[in-house]
């Protein structure tokens, strides 16, 4: 580790998936390890967050305890009181509660809209996904649970194959509501090796970006198991980008891949970060108005029949 004993690092003034490199490269230096035995996170500047930077900057904190870094955290002395304020939003996700130990206002309150950021061990997944996750989405659009089947497969098979490709058991979620925009954001990350790791035992000379790439492909995959036949992550971008015209945003390492709907195709880029990212991030978003029209529309033929 870096002889550096102490350094403080202040989160920038957006944290958004974009600026997630950004905040990567202060604290994971080019060996890819922690720049010092103790870090500090300054939060005064911050002005803005999404759902993206909770979970991102949760699994960066998970990490560095992995890595026996000792964080402490600097929070602005005063704190607004609207739902718009980035320290209020965090508070209300539980983020403090989780990595302070407390809450920082006694009041706050995990929002209707949100799934509270949490740890989600994969040998109970399904089950968070059935009591849990879907309940909730059931609720939040006024559909059937049975409307929501192919959101929660989709989603078992994004637990499987980060599971496959990590070297942890248990991965950071937390998803938010945007009613207004008629639009679900499920932001899920682990700590572990990371895709291209593993993508690089079969095909050692790509880079991260590219095996990014390789590993959306249908029919591929690293491991042998009949559990996971290397459909995973192209099922789900094809559920997710083509049938619901959402999309889906993968970083792992220094690979980041992008993937939307564009002139009725799957449109899939990539690029190198500047940021290392530890272990696995996924952004999913979903078009919910496509849900509660195939909700609006079952109903319907029930009735008829």
């Not at 003034?13 to 500090?40: A, F, G, H, W, Y």
Request: charged content about 25%; some cysteine; overall charge negative.
């Amino acid at each position: 580790m870096n002889q550096v004993t102490k350094q403080e690092i202040y989160l920038p003034n957006r944290l958004t998936r974009l600026e997630i490199n950004e905040l990567m490269s202060k604290v994971i230096n080019r060996d890819k390890e922690p720049i010092s035995e103790e870090i500090v996170f300054n939060f005064t500047n911050l002005s803005f967050i999404e759902p993206a930077g909770v979970t991102s900057l949760g699994n960066l904190f998970e990490w560095l305890r992995k890595k026996n870094v000792k964080t402490t955290i600097i929070w602005p002395k005063e704190i607004g009181k609207t739902k718009w304020c980035p320290i209020k939003y965090l508070d209300d996700s539980k983020f403090f509660l989780k990595y302070l130990g407390r809450k920082l206002n006694d009041e706050s309150s995990v929002r209707e809209t949100t799934i509270p950021l949490q740890n989600v061990t994969y040998s109970r997944s399904y089950q968070w996904l059935e009591a849990t996750f879907i309940t909730w989405l059931a609720g939040q659009l006024g559909v059937k649970i049975a409307t929501l089947g192919n959101i929660k497969t989709c989603l078992g098979e994004v637990f499987n194959n980060i599971r496959d490709h990590s070297s942890e058991n248990i991965g950071l979620i937390y998803a938010q509501h945007f009613p207004a925009r008629n639009k679900i954001v499920i932001s899920i990350a682990d700590f572990g090796v990371g895709i291209p790791t593993n993508i690089r035992k079969k095909s050692p000379a790509l880079q991260d970006a590219e095996a990014l790439v390789l590993a959306i492909e249908d029919g591929y995959s690293t491991y042998t198991s009949p559990r996971n036949l290397g459909a995973g992550l192209h099922t789900l971008i094809k559920n997710v980008v083509e049938d619901s015209n959402g999309t889906v945003h993968i970083h792992s390492g220094y690979g980041i891949l992008n993937t939307e709907f564009v002139h009725n195709d799957i449109q899939v880029s990539s690029s190198t970060s500047n940021g290392f990212y530890p272990g696995t991030f996924l952004e999913i978003c979903i078009d919910t108005s496509k849900i509660m029209e195939e909700d609006k529309y079952e109903i319907e033929e029930e009735f008829e029949w």
